[in-house]
């Protein structure tokens, strides 16, 4: 309703007691999100030691843990969490969005079957470091790969040492390029002026994470015809070089205006005019088409 718009899309959501980091996407924006949900997240959390759930959070039913003592000092509880960093095998939690035999996990936790095996899943924590530690709760950070269940972390760490462990509070703060510090809040963008709602807007082309090439005069009419563009017809806009063939770039106006997602094409997709046919490849086979309106309109 703020920015006057049905076309709304996201690229993730949070579990319901989690904050943080959210990436809306509005109108034309909608058409990214496949590029942007598997971007490498980062947390900040807060978890108890000595006590486990069927949720692995806070909101669930809270029981005593196994019964091991608490890590007596940061240092300790800092080298079992050592143990996730890397690739490592997961269990997501019953209590999640997870699919099995097309069936959510937390449909079957609630009606009280989970099923008895739960395939694992491959992630990767790159950093896990804990903050501060003492009586029992301790801060962390998390960075990670999409994918990552942050409560099965704490889950597995608390069953490592024996003692049981819950996650109480989770805060993202990072998705991929963007940090929680340049978000803005639902509340203040409600405030703001149509003018100020705008420029709070990022622009397409720098949401994408691909390489941008600019179109050289003329180019873009023959994208918008679905044509395939010859290499002659672009240019880097940094430091890119030549892109590898089957790669995506994203092919903009020179102010930067984001016209089209294009593959790297060793060849043309269809014969090009008579004008092309000698060009040297790559070429570029716009993929998805954004619908800027004309430069002056």
């Known amino acids: 309703k703020i920015y006057n718009t049905r076309s709304v899309g996201h690229t993730g959501t949070l579990d319901p007691q989690a904050t943080g980091l959210l990436i809306i996407l509005l109108g034309e924006a909608t058409k990214i999100s496949e590029y942007l949900v598997g971007c490498d997240k980062s947390y900040e959390g807060t978890m108890r030691l000595g006590v486990v759930s069927d949720t692995y959070d806070i909101d669930g039913k809270i029981e005593p843990g196994p019964g091991e003592p608490i890590p007596p000092t940061i240092e300790a509880l800092q080298e079992a969490a050592n143990a996730f960093k890397g690739e ?175 593959r790297v094409d060793p060849a043309p997709s269809s014969p090009p005019p008579k004008s092309m046919t000698s060009t040297s490849p790559p070429w570029y086979h716009p993929m998805k088409q954004f619908l800027i309106p004309d430069e002056g309109a």
Not at 116 to 145: H, L, M, Q, Y
Request: aromatic share 6%.
């Open 88 to 262: 490592t095998q997961q269990i997501p939690p019953p209590f999640s969005a997870k699919k099995i035999m097309g069936k959510k996990l937390y449909q079957y936790a609630r009606e009280g079957k989970v099923p008895e095996e739960i395939p694992p899943r491959t992630i990767r924590v790159d950093e896990i470091e804990i903050i501060n530690f003492k009586d029992g709760v301790s801060e962390f950070g998390v960075d990670c790969a999409s994918g990552t269940y942050i409560r099965s972390i704490v889950h597995d760490l608390g069953q490592n040492i024996g003692c049981g462990a819950i996650l109480t509070e989770l805060r993202r703060t990072d998705v991929g390029r963007f940090c929680i510090e340049d978000a803005h809040l639902l509340e203040n963008l409600q405030d703001m002026t149509d003018e100020e709602r705008q420029a709070a807007l990022l622009p397409i082309a720098q949401a994408v994470p691909l390489p941008v090439f600019h179109l050289a005069p003329g180019a873009e009419t023959w994208l918008r015809r679905g044509q395939t563009i010859p290499h002659s017809l672009v240019h880097s806009a940094g430091d890119e070089t030549v892109p590898s063939t089957g790669s995506l770039v994203s092919l903009c106006r020179l102010n930067g205006e984001i016209i089209a997602i294009a």
